[in-house]
């Protein structure tokens, strides 16, 4: 299995910047790529980026997509979300989340970190 520790959430006005970090560890070999969801009070899950594990190559949500930058340090098995210019909408509590080379998720969920952007 894959545990995960996600950190660097807090509280920041409209227009801030926060980086979360999700360091991994035990079976990191099985990586395939590393996930970002996050999840707003009483809605769904949902995918914000994602990290190829060995190319480094990154994908984003619109909504998200010029404003937000993944990248990882494979030698600290550590992926980063580096977020910029936030707004209220970002609010929510986000996730990492390792995949496997069959687009599965590996492991469970963190716990995840609370990123809260006031207006």
């Known amino acids: 299995q894959v545990q995960l520790v996600e950190s660097g959430g807090g509280l920041v006005q409209t227009g801030g910047s926060l980086r979360l970090s999700c360091e991994a560890s035990?079976?990191?070999?099985?990586?395939?790529?590393m996930r970002w969801f996050r999840q707003a009070p009483g809605k769904e899950r949902v995918f914000v980026g994602s990290i190829m594990w060995g190319s480094g190559n990154t994908n984003y949500a619109d909504s998200v997509k010029g404003r937000f930058t993944i990248s990882r340090d494979n030698a600290k098995n550590t992926v980063y979300l580096q977020m910029n210019s936030l707004k209220p909408e970002d609010t929510a509590v986000y996730y990492c989340?390792?995949?496997?080379?069959?687009?599965?998720?590996?492991?469970?969920w963190g716990q995840g970190t609370q990123v809260t952007v006031s207006s």
């Open positions: 035990g079976r990191t070999f099985s990586i395939y790529a």
């Open positions: 989340a390792p995949m496997g080379n069959d687009g599965s998720r590996i492991g469970s």
